[in-house]
């Protein structure tokens, strides 16, 4: 199987550079102001004009109203929505046809039963991201924060929509992640970060290269 990677939180020219060199299939941009990893819309329109063609742009939100979307899509172009916020099923089909984007809703996940979850889903959006709920904590983000769920809850789950796997994984651990729970998409942010905030080339080529090779 082709295992697709994405690399989120995208805010130097040095990292999308390495993103593309590296041969990642989305770069995404994280909108949410509390991020460390947080970029502007214009940032991103500039940021995204070095990537080639065949790399899928995607936009982080939370919970964004429509004036927020607007200027994020007219800036940036992205081939795909990241809803990571309490958006519903009717909210998220609202966005796609709005602004006539797709949509990947992110869906926390502990146990198995939070997979059902992704059913409401169906026929609102184009795929659902798995990721760790977020720690009990004042500072948490919605995402981004390197914590990782049991993969095994994922391992021969019947599932209607396309899916990717968020969540703690790193150079390391992917290949793991993608042999227990047989995503064929992972996301990555803080897993490839040599501080908050701070993408390091080399491990975005290393993520890359091992979640590829686990595909083969």
């Keep these: 199987m082709t295992v697709l990677v994405k690399i989120c939180g995208l805010n130097t020219p040095e990292s999308v550079r390495a993103v593309a060199d590296a041969g990642a299939d989305y770069a995404g941009f994280n909108f949410f102001p509390r991020s460390p990893r947080y970029v502007t819309p214009a940032q991103s ?9 065949r790399v899928r742009r995607v936009a982080l939100v939370v919970d964004a ?21 309490k958006e519903a099923p009717e909210r998220c089909r609202e966005v796609a046809m709005k602004f006539d984007t797709p949509v990947m809703k992110v869906l926390g996940v502990s146990a198995k039963a939070d997979l059902a979850r992704a059913d409401s889903y169906v026929g609102a959006v184009e795929r659902v991201m798995f990721d760790a709920k977020p720690p009990q904590r004042p500072d948490a983000l919605p995402g981004g924060n390197a914590v990782s769920f049991d993969w095994t809850i ?15 994984l790193t150079p390391e651990n992917v290949a793991e992640a993608i042999r227990i729970s047989g995503a064929r998409e992972v996301d990555v942010a803080s897993g490839v970060e040599s ?12 993520f890359v290269e091992s979640a ?3 595909g083969v």
Aim: net charge positive; aromatic share 2%.
């Design 45 to 53: 329109g500039a940021l995204a004009a070095g990537l080639p063609a």
């Design 65 to 85: 109203d429509d004036g927020t979307l607007g200027a994020i899509v007219a800036a940036l172009r992205p081939g795909l929505l990241q809803l990571h916020g």
């Design 154 to 168: 994922l391992a021969g789950a019947n599932l209607t929509l396309p899916w990717m796997l968020a969540g703690g």
């Design 195 to 206: 501080t908050p905030g701070v993408k390091s080339p080399i491990l975005i080529r290393n």
């Design 212 to 214: 590829k090779k686990s």
